[in-house]
T-cell receptor
Framework: DAGVTQSPTHLIKTRGQQVTLRCSPK?????VSWYQQALGQGPQFIFQ???????QRGNFPDRFSGHQFPNYSSELNVNALLLGDSALYLC???????????FGSGTRLTVV | AQSVTQLGSHVSVSEGALVLLRCNYS??????LFWYVQYPNQGLQLLLK??????LVKGINGFEAEFKKSETSFHLTKPSAHMSDAAEYFC?????????????FGQGTELSVKP
């Protein structure tokens, strides 16, 4: 049974560019959450998607947006990249209403 | 509002010694509490969680934690450290009223194990 799959694993972008990160949830899960983990810090909640809608959002600017598809997979988009966006981006899937998150291995984004 | 404080960004123990990683939380609602472990260049793996019931929670790899409401603490312990326990450990809190909602993480504690 595959867990949470994220792609790509590593990515280098230039300031001002746009990036799309992808996540496939664990089989049976219908909810996807995204977290940003800066170097040496704990993960910070970006937003959560359920039924193709954003259900919760953390303290992140509108440059961060997302999408969930009918098959429950999700994308995280970041526009106008800043150096400070360099981080490990983690996707976590769960079943709505149940506390049980499965995290992916993350996408390491470097902005130069 | 919820928050998590992990005391000590780095803890070093000898192999076979007791591991104690400290976590204090703040929550205006009954909390769900979690400990995750992160190995280099990997995602987060759940060690254990407290939701309801018994306040002493046993997890994987010999770890356990005790929920102490009066002290707002959820410290992680392991009686005997192993070299493979070296990793980053994160304590997290979520609200019972928001099942499946966001996790609030602490800053993390890096555990080193000396031979």
């Amino acid at each position: 049974d595959a867990g949470v799959t994220q792609s790509p694993t590593h990515l280098i972008k230039t300031r001002g560019q746009q990036v799309t990160l992808r996540c496939s949830p664990k089989s049976g899960h219908d909810t996807v959450s995204w977290y940003q983990q800066a170097l040496g810090q704990g993960p910070q909640f970006i937003f959560q998607y359920y039924e193709e809608e954003e259900r919760q959002r953390g303290n992140f600017p509108d440059r961060f947006s997302g999408h969930q598809f009918p098959n429950y997979s999700s994308e995280l988009n970041v526009n106008a990249l800043l150096l400070g966006d360099s981080a490990l981006y983690l996707c976590a899937s769960s079943l709505q209403g149940v506390h049980g998150y499965t995290f992916g291995s993350g996408t390491r984004l470097t902005v130069v | 509002a919820q928050s998590v404080t992990q005391l000590g960004s780095h803890v070093s123990v000898s192999e076979g010694a007791l591991v104690l990683l400290r976590c204090n939380y703040s929550s205006s609602v009954p909390p769900y509490l979690f400990w995750y472990v992160q190995y280099p260049n990997q995602g987060l793996q759940l060690l254990l969680k407290y939701t309801t019931g018994a306040t002493l929670v046993k997890g994987i790899n010999g770890f356990e934690a005790e929920f102490k409401k009066s002290e707002t603490s959820f410290h992680l312990t392991k009686p005997s450290a192993h070299m493979s326990d070296a990793a980053e450990y994160f304590c997290a809190v979520s609200g019972k009223e928001n099942q499946g909602g966001k996790l609030i993480f602490g800053q993390g504690t890096e555990l080193s194990v000396k031979p």
